[in-house]
């Protein structure tokens, strides 16, 4: 059996893997000149863990990833930390898996490579699909060069601006949010003594909030800052913004941030938009895949998380046998409850960052302060659903 999937991204490249570990042939069709990811870093959670772990990816990416102590919440201005989550010390025995922290490229070059080594020609690059036809044998893409492919089954893997998800159910506009993001990545030696913690920690305030996390082996420094912001609607990870736009942003804060912003080589900025839930994912042997299908805000570190999810269950789905449009119906039967639910909730929690007054502030935190300090199980026992899931 063979596939082609679009985009080769962490979603394309997982579900590559997925599908060789069920015997099928696989092409990765990517619109770029070369694979390769921009410089910004990820949270796997233990529920993405169990995937590369089952894909054989792990050992691949071993050296570079960092697994935090824990996860925190601070006051973005003072840093104040309301709650401490550990994480390193638990995850693996509550959860199944570590929770780790690792930059996107290293992530790319570990999928790729695995692939690589098992199908070596599995990659072509420059390859921009221009549209897909269906029929009793399978599907077919166009390439914008006039190349066609055949194959048993098309995943489109191609993003939030997918062109197979247009073709599959006509153009629509995604919705902006009202925020847009930073990011930027810094050497830890080069903040010194406002090195944050080696933590997943989340910096709130009124209308905005920041997220530090730790990348290759801990040496770096990832910051993404999400701020409440109306006439700037660019959606892009490679548009960049100026020191002093992002200081005017989150200037002033905790020095911790204004030390990563003094020290960021570049900054990046990008409008976060999102999706309705759809009602479908597939159209015959075409389906849907990762952002294409459900994007989702990273208020809740799952973006990549659940695109690798979907690949482990379109792969189970179609290892089943029988009919690929039938599996392909299961599999986003399989999917969409979970998926929506995180939408939701990554959408719950940007809110909850962004809390303007105090009052409504200490509604929030208190509680969970308290959690922490007197049960912190319970607030484990939260992301169960989320991290211990495993669907092998």
Known sequence: MKALIVGGGIGGLTTALALDGIGWDVRVLEQAPEISEVGAGVQISPNGMKVLEKLGVVPRIEHTLFQPDAIEIRHGPTGRRFFNLPMKAIAAERWGARYIQIHRADLVDGLLGELRERQPDAVQTGARVQSYETSSKGASVTLTDGTRHEADLIVGADGLHSAIRTQMLGPDAPTFTGNIAWRTVVPAAALGA?????????????????????????DMVNFVGIVEEDSWTEEGWSITGTAAEAKADFGGWNPTLDAILDAAPQLHRWALFTRDPLERWSDGAVALLGDAAHPMLPSMAQGAVQAMEDAWVLARELDKGGMISAALERYFAARIDRVTRVQKESAANLALFHRRSVLSQAQAYVPIWIAGKVAPALLWRRNDWLYGADFA
């Open 194 to 218: 406002d090195a944050p913690p080696q933590a997943g920690c989340v910096w709130t305030g009124p209308g905005k909030h920041a997220v530090t996390t730790r990348v290759r082996g801990g």
